[in-house]
Each structure stands twice: as C-alpha cells, then as structure tokens.
C-alpha cells in the first residue's frame, strides 16, 4: 500500500472531513448531540473509505486473500449505519433500545449474510485466483441502502413537516443528489466506493442543519429577530395579519427571582404560543420579552380564535401576556400592521395593568 497515493486520490474527501470537524468546533447554534452524532458518520466514512483502499489493494494479488471478502463485507455492512446514524441527527432525545434495535433491524440482520457469503455464495465471492463472482443475493447491499434512504427522508419531512416547500425542497436535493450517484456508479460500474459522494452529502446537510437551528431562538425555540426581518421583507406578500404579544413584568421577575426564572416564563410563554398557534401562524420572538405571529389566512376569526387559545393557556401559568392584532392593508407594509398590532397590544397591557389595580383596591 501506498500513503502518498491513498492520501493524494481522497484529498477532497479528506479535506471535507476535516471542515466538517472545524465547523462542529465553532457551531454555536447546533445541540451537542448532533456534534456527537456527526462525529460518528465522519468516523464511519473514514473507516470505509480506508477499508475500499485497502480492499483495492488486495485486488492486485495473484491469489485470494482471506482479508478480501471480510473487507468487502465490511463495506457493505458500513454505509447503513452512515445513513442511520445521520437520520438520527434531527432526533432531538435518545431513542429507546428496542426502537433503536428495530431501526437497526435490517442493518444488523444483514451482517452475517456478508461475512458468510465467501462460503455461503449468496452476495458474492472469489476464486481462489482472486476474481469475484456475483451471488444470486448481489443486490441486496443495495435493498438495504433504499431501506435506510427512505427512513432519511422520511425522518426529515417529519422533522422539516412545519417548513415551507423550498426548505423541503432543499432537503429533497441533499437527498436524492447521493443515490443518484449510487445508481450511476451502479450501471455505469464506475466504482462502489460511495464516500466522496457520502461526504459531500453530509457536509451539505450539516450546513444545511446548521442554517436551520441558527433561525432559531435557542432559548425558546421561536423563530428568532433576524428571521422575522427577512419574512416581513421577503414574504411581506404572504402575511395576513400581525399579532404583537408581550410577557408582562419580566423585569419584576428576573429582579425578584433571578434570570433562570425569567427565561423559564419565557420557555412558558413561548410553549403556549406555539401549541395554539396553527399552520397558518408563524410565531417569532423578536426581543426581551416581545413576540410576533405572523398569519397568512385572510380569515380574522382564526387570529381571533387562536388569541383566545393563547390566554386560556396562560390562564393554566403563572404569567400573563397583551395581545394585540392588526390587518396588513392592501396599501400598508408589513411594519404597517406590527405598529398598529403593538398600539393594540399597550392599550391591552394598560387594560390588564387597570384590572390588577382595581382587583387590588376595589
């Protein structure tokens, strides 16, 4: 085996590697898990792309190695678990064992076929000459990759399901862009090493992820400041209608109890919105204690409902919030509609400020 040539045909592939581990490094924005779970596909990867060379090597002898057909099998066995293990990146808690056992189900049950099948001949085998022969089982490394494809993007619709079509679009590309290739490589018989194409697809779904969760409020899981401007920007032309909310004596709060329970009223508030809150809502916390719901239904009953929704459940807390609601106008902006919706909301928070006051003095 050469160094020199391993290190000089996977340069890209080596290169993506080591940007993916910069980038872990300095993501502000991503849970640890996922950091952790990226490590682990890396890791895969590189551990196949070091098994095909070396597999390459053996190829060159004049008689069969042993070492070849359990290098093979390892192949095999290694890229569902890469899929696997990136399909659990947009889980946000540990599974359970036995759904983990489930979904590893086909990946595990497979491995004793391709470490057998140099005696067995089910997948594939080789002469004592060193040529390989197909089994009547060839296709079945592939039967399982589609498997574990189609649980990816199943997963991530389910985890993007509440996002507008050109994220699931996106999604789609990263996607289908890598079994493309497979296949090609398929019918082509280009090659059956698939980690450079691996690679690059993860690099891209992990910028991809990473640009998701940065349009975030970390602390509660809104839609954050700068994403609010750029909708009210970009999709002024979808938006209905504006509500502007505020939590009410936050100040008070973190002054008298401490700033852990001013973000826990925040995190409160911010759960309440978002489970009344319906498709055609987009909720976003733009500052301190301010919130913003952008609606694109032109029916004023839903905002009307989903508001009630939203004070019936902070009745159930211990904090309380002014709201207040605005159309955007056929001739006014966006902004328009957030400063009528935030002059409805003070005349709400006055309102509630006279009612303590009277409950206080009667």
Not at 28 to 37: Q, W
Not at 136 to 141: G, Q, S, W
């Amino acid at each position: 085996m050469n160094f020199g040539l391993f290190l000089t045909e996977n340069y890209v592939v080596l290169f993506e590697f080591v940007s993916i581990l910069i980038m872990l490094g300095i993501s502000a924005h991503i849970p640890s898990r996922m950091k952790r779970l990226t490590v682990t596909g890396i890791l895969l990867l590189f551990i196949e792309l070091v098994v095909y060379y070396v597999e390459r090597w053996t190829q060159t002898f004049e008689t069969l190695s042993i070492a070849r057909p359990l290098l093979t099998a390892t192949k095999y066995a290694i890229y569902p678990f890469v899929i696997y293990v990136m399909t659990m990146i947009t889980v946000n808690r540990r599974l359970s064992w036995h759904k983990n056992a489930l979904l590893l189900l086909p990946a595990t049950a497979v491995i004793p076929i391709y470490y057998s099948s140099q005696w067995t001949h089910l997948v594939c085998s080789y002469t004592e000459n060193n040529h390989w022969v197909p089994g009547p089982l060839r296709h079945l490394p592939y039967a399982i990759f589609v498997i574990y494809v189609t649980l990816f993007l199943i997963r991530n619709l389910l985890f993007l399901r509440y996002e507008e079509a050109q994220i699931l679009w996106i999604v789609l590309f990263i996607i289908v862009s890598p079994v493309v290739g497979v296949l090609l490589y398929l019918f082509t018989d280009y090659s059956d090493d698939y980690s450079a194409l691996f690679t690059s697809s993860m690099v891209l779904y992990y910028l991809f992820i990473y640009l998701h969760y940065a349009r975030f409020d970390p602390l509660t899981g809104l839609l954050n400041r700068q994403v609010y401007y750029s909708d009210m920007n970009n999709r002024s032309d979808k938006i209905c209608y504006a509500v502007s909310i505020d939590l009410n004596d936050l100040k008070h709060i973190n002054d008298g109890y401490g700033h852990d329970a001013g973000d826990t009223a925040l995190q409160t508030v911010a759960a309440v919105l978002k489970k009344n809150v319906g498709r055609s809502g987009t909720a976003y916390r733009i500052g301190g204690d301010e919130f913003v719901i952008f609606y694109r239904t032109q029916d004023e009953n839903v905002v009307i409902r989903e508001i009630a929704a939203m004070r019936k459940g902070l009745e159930k807390t211990p904090y309380v919030c002014a709201f207040g609601y605005s159309k955007k106008e056929p001739m006014n902006t966006v902004e328009d509609a957030v400063r009528y919706a935030d002059h409805e909301m003070y005349d709400d928070k006055t309102r509630i400020k006279k009612e303590k006051e009277a409950t206080k003095h009667p």
